[in-house]
């Protein structure tokens, strides 16, 4: 199956994509092998496949969601440029300019 320039041009304009002659010349040929190849696996005798969307079975890779005691209030303000009553204290950025 052929992807004509002028489909590829339509495509591009409906994407906002400003494609060099060359670029519409290339990507015609590329989309054209690529239904090609979806054409030959359309061919395919699939029966007693059953469908998948993944090749390899999936496993949850998360940890539970557990509590788990964290940093030390003393260890985090440790590095802390400015702290106070066991907080950083950042510069406001915030009203900056109405105070100014």
């Given at each position: 199956m052929a992807i004509s320039e002028s489909e590829v041009r339509h495509v591009a304009l409906l994407a906002r994509l400003a494609l060099t002659d060359e670029q519409v010349r290339h990507l015609a040929q590329e989309l054209s092998s690529i239904l090609d190849h979806i054409s030959e696996i359309q061919q395919l005798d699939l029966a007693g496949v059953e469908?998948?969307?993944?090749?390899?079975?999936?496993?949850?890779?998360?940890?539970?969601?557990?509590?788990?005691?964290?940093?030390?209030r003393e260890l985090a303000l440790l590095n802390a440029p400015a702290a106070s009553d066991g907080a950083f204290v950042i510069p406001r950025i915030v009203g900056v300019e109405e105070e100014a």
């Open positions: 469908p998948t969307a993944h090749p390899f079975p999936i496993r949850n890779v998360t940890r539970p969601d557990e509590v788990r005691p964290g940093l030390q």
